[in-house]
């Protein structure tokens, strides 16, 4: 083997590692507070990524006009909820999360599609867009479901990842896209080229870590996020309401999602469906982590990357296969080494 | 005395099993009301109903107000907390964090004097704050809950089996602090099957049996009651094995 091949591919790998390792850390979170085994991750990457290029291209997203009626929706749904004892206080802040936070990003949206913002502005609205998307999706679809079985909300997860899939096809058509790249400078380490993207990656995938550790280690609200995951019955007599939390993770998973999509669209074309499979490897990296432990999610996501590089420059017919194939000896590892556990009551 | 807590009528049901039949109950401010019975009498499914656990047929009201309508989290902004039976304490956080957490909803000058209190009220507590909860012994558990539950400032304590599974001594302590409590203003419900114990420290105590009330009174006429000499006092250490 060529050590230029050899460290050319360790690069690739480790770049999408990076990117893996964070939709595999949102779906531990999401599954540790909420039960949900999150499908729909890969519909924020791609909308996260096609938002991002479409407003870069001047054309105005559909997801926007999407984030409004789901915020719609959840206002209703909250409104409903709270018919027996109408709080204004709590009325002001469903309708300022789910009407105007939604409409607000929606006319800065159409503005900003009109106006060709650089590649900055395209990313935080994006990333604002998808969020609104995610905070109405755990109201209309999740929270109703909190208290039922894993197995029924792993299914409304399916049924949500088709439907979105199914509005991702609407809103940018079967072609794929790619946006802007964030940094252009690159520069040359030998015989590695580390590309201005590659560093954003990089640096975008350790602060979001050391961010959120920081959020979990320190905060009030990290905390609580974190009893929730811990012992949902004892967050709840400390009053820590399991919809906040859930709030908290789907806000969080959202926006992590659409970061990643924003970073590997400059990278690599996005079609509406591709953030499925993207999805689906930090699910692998989830799995191999067992759906709780984070660090072991992060070093597996590195090893889906780096075993994807490899796989894709020796037998790129198989990359997938090989990819997918590493949790089988995973699965049977853990169901030998793991006593059965029942399933969670609550 | 003004009522604090008055249950009126209650029925809570396990599928078809009803595991509590007709019970009423009050507990006024400043007060504290034991409930003593065997293993499976439905003490704890009445308390985590009162808290809003399992759903509850009947009525409860807390400060004059129907509780119907609250999640346990409203329950629990009123000033209303349970210590559960299994303390639900988060493992794997350390002892200051679950305890700031029992703050969750209150100031953070609230929170700080919580600290303060509970800190006085367990010094040992105080000794482990950057220890796990998952690994801090049986008696110093109890005493986390117990302290976890004080920082949200609650009116009324609901505490389950705080002495299940203790030592002697360390019963002791628990059993004192709940006196202490009292004096400072809160009102305590204890279930327990620890019945001796429970009855020297409680005003009243209400007696269940196979899911209903059987008897209520002052504690200290309960405790010399001949029937509940017979099956709670006498045998209380089997009863409780």
Same mark, same amino acid.
């Given at each position: 083997m060529n050590t230029t091949i050899l460290l050319f591919l360790l690069q690739d790998g480790i770049t999408n590692g990076a990117i893996y390792a964070l939709l595999g850390l949102a779906l531990v979170l999401v599954f540790a507070v909420t039960r949900v085994i999150l499908i729909p991750q890969g519909e924020f990457v791609t909308y996260g990524a096609l938002t991002y290029a479409s407003l870069a291209a001047g054309r105005m997203p559909g997801t926007a006009k999407l984030a409004v009626v789901m915020g719609l929706i959840a206002f209703a749904f909250d409104l409903y909820a709270m018919r027996k004892t109408l709080h204004v206080p709590k009325i002001a802040r469903t309708f300022g999360l789910n009407m105007v936070f939604p409409v607000i990003v929606l006319l800065a949206s159409l503005w900003a599609a009109d106006q060709r913002m650089p590649a900055g502005v395209s990313l935080v609205l994006s990333l604002l867009i998808v969020a609104s998307i995610g905070l109405s999706l755990y109201r209309i679809v999740f929270q109703p479901l909190a208290h039922t079985s894993v197995l029924v909300l792993l299914i409304a997860s399916v049924g949500v990842h088709l439907a979105l899939q199914g509005l991702g096809l609407l809103f940018f058509g079967a072609e794929g896209q790619r946006g802007p790249t964030l940094l252009t400078a690159s520069a040359t380490l030998g015989s590695l080229r580390f590309t201005g993207q590659g560093m954003a990656v990089y640096g975008i995938t350790i602060a979001f870590i050391v961010g959120l550790w920081l959020f979990f280690g320190l905060t009030l609200y990290g905390k609580a996020l974190r009893a929730t995951a811990v012992n949902r019955l004892g967050a709840r007599l400390v009053g820590i309401r399991t919809t906040l939390s859930g709030q908290i993770a789907f806000l969080l998973a959202s926006t992590i999602g659409a970061l990643s999509g924003i970073l590997i669209v400059p990278i690599t074309t996005l079609y509406y469906d591709t953030g499925f499979l993207i999805g689906l490897k930090g699910f692998i990296a989830a799995i191999i982590g067992g759906l709780i432990s984070y660090p072991l999610t992060a070093v597996a996501a590195l090893v889906v990357g780096i075993v994807e590089a490899f796989s894709s420059f020796y037998a790129s017919n198989f990359k997938e296969v090989i990819v997918f194939t590493l949790l089988i000896p995973v699965l049977l590892l853990r169901s030998l080494a793991a006593p059965a556990v029942e399933e969670e009551k609550d | 005395m003004s009522t604090l807590l008055e249950v009126t009528d209650a029925h809570v049901s396990y599928g078809k099993v009803e @595991?509590?039949?007709?019970v009423s109950l009050t507990v006024a401010e400043n007060e504290i009301v034991t409930i003593i019975g065997a293993n499976g009498a439905g003490k704890t499914t009445l308390l985590s109903a009162i808290m809003g656990v399992f759903p509850l047929k009947g009525r409860v009201s807390f400060l004059g107000e129907?509780? @119907?309508?609250?999640e346990i989290e409203d329950r629990v902004a009123r000033g209303l907390c349970l210590v559960p039976e299994h303390r639900e304490l988060f493992a794997s956080m350390n002892v200051e964090d679950n305890l700031q957490l029992g703050a969750f909803r209150m100031s953070k000058a609230h929170a700080a004097r919580g600290f303060e209190h509970v800190y006085t009220l367990f010094p040992k507590l105080k000794e482990r704050r950057k220890q796990l909860a998952g690994t801090l012994s049986g008696g110093e558990q109890q005493m986390l809950a117990m302290g976890r539950a004080l920082m949200g400032a609650p009116k009324m304590l609901m505490l389950d089996e705080p002495s299940l599974g203790l030592a002697p001594i360390i019963v002791a302590g628990i059993f004192e602090i709940v006196a202490k409590l009292r004096e400072e203003g809160v009102s305590v419900l204890l279930v327990e099957q620890n019945a001796k114990a429970a009855l020297k420290v409680a005003d009243r105590a209400y007696v269940m049996e196979l899911g209903e009330f059987v008897l209520n009174g002052k504690a200290s006429e309960i405790a010399t009651d001949q029937r509940v000499a017979a099956s709670y006092l006498g045998f209380a250490e089997a009863a409780a094995s």
């Open positions: - | @595991a509590v039949r007709s129907d509780l @119907a309508r609250y």
